[in-house]
């Protein structure tokens, strides 16, 4: 009769609960962070280190981690870029560090878990899984979490209302040109904030001036764009347009102009933008 595994029982707010994915990660992914990097692939190694035992417990540890592990889910969902190229109020950048049940549902769909993790040998080193392996259970775990946790309705919604405004605005070539394609960095030496940051952003109106860099010339050159703008739409169109830069829901504008419900409402936001990137590219011919 074989002994019965050892059944373990770490804290609840322990960081060794992230051992499994760390150990599921691919290798060029744990190439990029530090503490991930550092950490030897045999537990019995680990555990004779007092330095590499305050590594993995540090909040360093737990950073890399989430983020590492973030990253790999994101790219699952649907959506262009990567994860750095979005803020945390992106919504499918917030369920991608939902991280609990990534390590819940890696156990649940490979058996890969915390346990399994002691059960193996203190001696042993434990390989890097292969990429295609890897991809495969990160896109059928985020698919079931997708479809236990009901989440494709938000899914729906963010990619029918999609915001390039919450791209973070780094220094990567990346950034520089989405950047370009919403400001008139190319034409006119013109930069204003955008439809969309008019619209989603509170604290601005569409005559508003992104850049506080900007000369008078400039300035003037933008507020002129807007009001040219601005003078193209409906009656009604300027109206839903005003009172989305004033910070009203689809929902409350819908109710203040009369539409049954705020569905129309996005349909004409929808047209209002694209005849505002219209005219933004007649503007530059």
């Known amino acids: 009769m074989s002994p019965q595994p050892v059944q373990y029982s770490i804290p609840h707010d322990s960081n060794l609960h992230y051992l499994p994915l760390m150990f599921f990660l691919p290798e060029d992914t744990i190439a990029k962070y530090p503490t991930l990097h550092s950490l030897p692939r045999c537990l019995g190694e680990i555990a004779r280190n007092d330095n590499l035992i305050e590594i ?3 909040d360093a540890f737990l950073k890399d981690i989430w983020n590492a592990t973030a990253a790999l889910a994101f790219s699952h969902f649907g959506f262009g870029g990567w994860i750095e190229h979005y803020t945390g109020y992106f919504p499918v950048w917030k369920l991608s560090f939902v991280i609990p049940l990534w390590i819940k549902l890696l156990e649940a769909e490979t ?22 392996y890897i991809k495969e259970i990160m896109e059928r775990i985020v698919k079931r979490a997708i479809r236990e946790e009901g989440w494709q309705p938000i899914l729906d919604v963010v990619k029918e209302m999609p915001c390039d405004e919450d791209f973070e605005e780094w220094n990567t070539n990346v950034r520089i ?5 919403w400001y008139h960095t190319r034409s006119k030496r013109v930069k204003m904030v955008s439809l969309e940051e008019c619209l989603e952003d509170e604290g601005h109106g569409i005559h508003e001036i992104a850049a506080n860099s900007l ?5 003037v050159a933008a507020e002129d764009f807007c009001r040219c703008f ?3 739409l409906s009656q009604k169109d300027m109206e839903i347009l ?9 929902e409350e504008i819908a109710d203040k102009l009369g539409y049954k419900n705020h569905s129309g409402v996005i349909k004409r936001m929808q047209a209002i933008k694209k005849k505002f990137l ?3 590219q007649k503007s530059k011919q």
């Open 215 to 219: 000369d008078i010339a400039e300035t």
């Open 111 to 132: 058996g890969w878990g915390l346990q399994s993790l002691f059960n193996l040998k203190s001696t042993e080193t434990i390989p890097f899984f292969a990429p295609e």
């Open 56 to 58: 993995i417990g540090s």
């Open 242 to 250: 005003e009172l989305r830069v004033e910070g009203f829901t689809y």
């Open 230 to 232: 601005k003078n193209r």
């Open 177 to 181: 040109d989405f950047r370009r394609k």
């Open 278 to 280: 219209d005219y933004e």
